[in-house]
């Protein structure tokens, strides 16, 4: 059965922010990515990270989950878990083409029913790549992440990973990631980016995600 995802509502859940700090004596480019979800605290915490419910919504991922153990998110990134505080933080060294970085949760209980989650990634500075790319490159993938973990939490049904293929090449598929990029390239200028180079960044990170050529 087709999948139908309101993209406006998806898009317009999400709070985005850009900045730059440092990290263990070197300067980082943070993304940052808020957004609240209609489940309790408790239960959007086990959704993140016990396996068997990732593997629901996001993808597979085998490891040692305690303070100090590694994971593997199979197909994507692996990383060492530095700090779990149930069930409102979780830090992990994230390594995706053996390039290393940071991932940060936190979650904190929006009234009785409701979780608000930020999540910040933290990337050593890379002046070349994120000219080129700008907060979109990982900005629209983790948007993506928070999709399905809203579409899980809502239905209570797994992922249907050809349904969502078939989804992601579709003129909504499509519209996501281009809104997507459009969103981060206005935080990038939020946070001083020149708009022209801001724009153009955002149309590479949309070529980049939906396979086309970038201009």
Do not use: K
Request: glycine share 10%.
């Amino acid at each position: 059965m087709p999948m139908h995802i309101d993209v406006s509502r998806q898009i317009g859940a999400v709070t985005r922010r850009v900045e730059t700090r440092t990290r263990e004596d070197m300067p980082v480019f943070v993304i940052r990515a808020e957004r609240t979800f209609d489940t309790p605290l408790d239960d959007t915490w086990d959704a993140i990270t016990n396996p068997e419910r990732l593997s629901r919504w996001f993808l597979p991922v085998s490891g040692d989950f305690r303070p100090g153990g590694s994971f593997r998110i199979e197909g994507n990134a692996s990383g060492e878990i530095l700090r779990c505080d149930p069930p409102e933080e979780l830090a992990v060294t994230w390594v995706f083409n053996e390039q290393l970085s940071w991932v940060d949760l936190f979650l904190t209980a929006e009234g009785d029913e409701g979780t608000r989650l930020v999540l910040e990634h933290l990337a050593p500075v890379d002046p070349e790549f994120q000219a080129r790319y700008g907060p979109g490159a990982g900005g629209v993938g983790w948007e993506q992440a928070f999709m399905g973990l809203d579409l899980y939490l809502t239905s209570g049904e797994p992922g249907d990973p050809e349904a969502y293929a078939a989804w992601s090449a579709s003129p909504e598929g499509l519209a996501m990631v281009e809104q997507s990029s459009e969103a981060w390239g206005h935080a990038a200028i939020a946070a001083g980016t020149d708009p022209e180079e801001a724009h153009a960044a955002a149309r590479r990170t949309t070529a980049f995600y939906t396979g086309a050529e970038a201009g």
